[in-house]
Structure formats: C-alpha cells, structure tokens
C-alpha cells in the first residue's frame, strides 16, 4: 500500500522568500510523485510530476521539486514567493504503471504574507 | 479542446434524496477517475473507470455508491438515499492512458441539508 504525508497543514512565507513544501511517500514499488495546486473553488492543477529519469524536476509557475529516494522524499521549492501562490498544495502518488488512482497528502496551505 | 467538464457544479440534496454527478472526460480519454474530498483532506479515490467497464471501485462505499461509464455519454456517480456524512467535493479526472497524468475538472460540490 502506498502512503503520502505531508508536513504542515499550514505554511506561511514572506512574499519573495523561498518556498518549502514537504511530502514524504511509501510505496512498495518505485512510484510515480505528483505535485497539484488548488485554488479556492477549483479544481486540481498539475504543477509537476516524476515518472523516471532526472530527480530534479521543473514545473510551472517557477516550482520544482527533487525525488531523492533515500529519504523517500519529494519535497516542492521555489526560490521566490508571489502574493499569487497561496493556495493548497497536494503531493501525490502512484504506484509507477499502476492502474490505481492517486493517493493523496493532506495538503498544506501555503499562506503569503506582504 | 475542452477540459474536463463536471456539472452541476453545486448541489443541493435533502437526506435521503439521490444525487447524480456526471463527469466528461477530456476528448479521447477513455480513462476516468472518480475523487472526493472532504473538508480540510486530501483527494480520495474512488473508483477507476474505462468505457463500459469498472476497473478499479476499491475506493468506493460499499452501499449507496455506485459509478458507470457508458460507451456513450458522460461517467455518472451516483449515491442513492444520500447522508449529511456524504458532503464533500467530488472530482473527476480522466486520462488517455495509463502513462500519462489526469486532468482534473473543477469539482461537483454535494451539500446534503
């Protein structure tokens, strides 16, 4: 069974400073790691996504996120926050290849102050 | 090429009453996830779909839940004698294949009074 935990229902950073989002995962086989936003009312928005190949991936909106497997981990950064940013943040993954659906983290609300 | 299109978008269901949530995929997508998501959690899965067929409804309650895909039309979720604990968002998400990621539509929020 796979598992998805993130850390931190809430994170709160200055407009400009670096962005931290962390998600750690179990998975019984190598998965697949997803990183979705949400906006209120909205539904989900894939921002970035590893399958295979280079740990460090780029998605849209200036995020990224590395797969470091040792620490079975896939945390999201971007280097400088926008007011545009807040919203709530899904890691998620998938059994690489599998025909099940995604398991989801909680979530963290990534909050922007000016 | 059109999203995936969910409706309604809001609704509004009294105890005991049945709610039909319709999802179109995405144009050449055959395959559909089903989601909900309740307040302050993560998306959970449901049940995984293809044309006409139930692939995976691990995700589903047991009672009053069901799901279909026809070959023609939209995928229906349909949960009969609906309970206040059924409340949620419930998102639909539909692929072409099982390689590449789903896109998600907006949401169909169930508000049992």
């Known amino acids: 069974a796979q598992s998805v935990t993130q850390l931190g229902s809430h994170v709160s950073v200055s407009e400009g400073a670096l962005v931290l989002l962390r998600c750690n995962y179990s998975?019984?086989?190598?998965?697949?790691l997803f990183w979705y936003v949400q906006y209120p009312n909205q539904g989900l928005q894939l921002l970035l996504k590893y399958t295979t190949g280079a740990t460090l991936v780029k998605g849209i909106n200036g995020f990224e996120a590395e797969f470091k497997k040792s620490e079975t981990s896939f945390h999201l950064t971007k280097p400088s926050a926008h007011m545009s940013d807040a919203a709530e943040y899904f890691c998620?993954?998938?059994?690489?290849?599998?025909?099940?659906?995604?398991?989801f983290g909680k979530g963290t609300h990534l909050i922007i102050q000016p | 090429n059109a999203g995936v299109m969910q409706n309604p978008r809001h609704l509004v269901r009294r105890r005991g009453q049945e709610a039909r949530l319709r999802c179109s995929p995405m144009?050449?997508?055959?395959?559909v996830y089903w989601y909900r998501q309740l307040p302050e959690e993560g998306l959970k899965f449901m049940v995984y779909l293809q044309k006409e067929n139930i692939i995976d409804e691990s995700g589903m309650p047991k009672e009053r839940f069901s799901a279909e895909f026809p070959k023609e039309g939209p995928s229906i979720l349909r949960i009969q004698q609906v309970v206040r604990g059924d409340s949620a968002a419930y998102f639909c998400?539909?692929?072409?294949?099982?390689?590449?990621?789903?896109?998600f539509g907006q949401g169909t929020r169930l508000t049992v009074v």
């Open positions: 998400a539909s692929s072409p294949d099982l390689a590449t990621e789903a896109f």
């Open positions: 998975s019984s086989v190598p998965p697949y």
């Open positions: 144009k050449g997508h055959s395959h």
């Open positions: 998620a993954v998938r059994e690489g290849g599998g025909a099940d659906g995604l398991t």
